[in-house]
């Protein structure tokens, strides 16, 4: 009955794009045919959550390579794209000051200690260092130890502390979706909370491009209570259009995955 409730949702909604319940995205027009996917699945929302779907839908909109379709989603959805919130970077700021302060050997000390400001918002803070390392050897090292951390502090007992570690499973898998790194994906989503989550499924598959999956999983899971289905197709689809699917190499993972290797989605 619900996968009969969606074909009807998408019929009406999606037009051409989106045939039927199951058919997948092919990569000549991706971008539009994702983003009708992903306000179809949208649809099944009561209108009051749906409309806190719209902002977030026009500004995915916005990243696709083909800006015909901004104005077009601009009148289907009745309202003009407004401004992007203005966020307060703390993890990038924090990292900033104490790597000009101290130094990467201060940075990495302590972050190990979780000496302040690692006290708070540690995994954060170390991605942030990541991103602003001025070599490839220290951010493969920041992101070892990241790994190192992540791992659970077993006592006499044969208990653990992993109350980060699901946190350090998200910020190393985003990482390494950047850096187009599988393995390390692979190792940091297993530490996450929920590793079949759509937001990962979407962005491994932009390190191996096998995107054929994404449309029918975005349907066929459509939450008509919640809206954080939607916001994770959303969330894990604007990497692929902002930066595109990785090449596939056969080098080993970990040789120079610090550099992008990606190619643009077909227009």
Request: neutral net charge; hydrophobic residues 45%.
């Amino acid at each position: 009955m619900r996968g009969f409730f969606l074909f009807c949702v998408v019929m009406l909604s999606a037009g051409p794009v989106v045939a039927a319940v199951g058919a997948p995205c092919p990569r000549d027009g991706e971008a539009a045919c994702m983003v009708e996917t992903i306000w179809a699945a949208a649809e099944v929302l009561p209108a009051e959550k749906r409309a806190r779907l719209v902002q977030p839908v026009l500004h995915l909109v916005k990243a696709a390579p083909d800006k015909t379709l901004l104005p077009i989603w601009e009148t289907r959805l009745g309202e003009p794209i407004s401004p992007a919130p203005r966020s307060y970077e703390y993890a990038g700021e924090q990292a900033a000051f104490l790597l000009s302060d101290e130094g990467w050997d201060g940075f990495m000390k302590r972050a190990r200690d979780r000496q302040a400001p690692f006290n708070i918002g540690r995994p954060e803070i170390m991605a942030a260092g990541v991103r602003q390392a001025d070599t490839p050897k220290r951010a493969r090292d920041l992101m070892e130890l990241m790994f190192n951390l992540a791992r659970p502090n077993v006592s006499r007992g044969g208990g653990g502390d992993t109350f980060e570690q699901a946190d350090f499973g998200h910020v190393l898998s985003e990482l390494a979706m950047e850096r187009c790194d599988l393995a390390a994906f692979d190792k940091a989503a297993a530490m996450t909370a929920k590793p079949d989550a759509l937001r990962y499924s979407i962005w491994r598959a932009r390190i191996t491009g096998k995107s054929a999956g994404l449309a029918p999983r975005i349907l066929q899971d459509a939450d008509a209570d919640d809206t954080r289905h939607v916001r994770q197709a959303i969330e894990g689809y604007r990497a692929i259009l902002t930066r595109g699917y990785c090449r596939q190499v056969e080098a080993p993972v970990h040789k120079d995955i610090f550099s992008e290797r990606f190619m643009p989605i077909t227009r």
